[in-house]
């Protein structure tokens, strides 16, 4: 029972720092875009002024898109993760119900076991005592 606890807190606390990663990439994500727009709109005014460093500048638009672009798939691929990792926690959960009412069954079991041990040496003692009277 505490192994299957200790799985579930592991998968908790690995969902848990796959949601903060997730978090972090998005506002890494929406911090880019916005350097993005910003360097696009620094292009524009750059593009009257010449063309020499228009090129610089389109391989700076080119390296931001791709990280941008890098950014989103690491998202997609961390909110993956997650859902398969919510998938497993609850697969670990149902089994942790299942088991847990199965102990409980055979506890229920043990005590009536018990209880009729104790109603047989109850009645074999008394038929020792009633069998030693004279």
Request: glycine share 4%; charged share 40%; hydrophobic share 30%.
């Amino acid at each position: 029972m505490s192994k299957f606890r200790g799985e579930l807190s592991e998968k908790e606390r690995e969902l848990l720092k796959i949601r903060r990663a997730s978090g972090a990439k998005a506002s890494q994500l929406a911090q880019m875009e916005k350097m993005l727009q910003e360097t696009k709109s620094m292009m524009d005014k750059k593009n009257e002024m010449g063309t020499e460093k228009n090129i610089c500048g389109d391989n700076m638009v080119s390296e931001l898109e791709e990280k941008v672009q890098r950014s989103k798939r690491e998202r997609r691929n961390s909110l993956h993760r997650t859902q398969l990792l919510e998938s497993q926690m609850k697969t670990v959960r149902g089994e942790l119900v299942d088991t847990l009412d199965h102990l409980q069954a055979l506890r229920d079991v043990l005590r009536r076991s018990q209880q009729k041990a104790e109603e047989r040496q109850a009645a074999m003692e008394k038929l020792n005592a009633e069998c030693l009277r004279p």
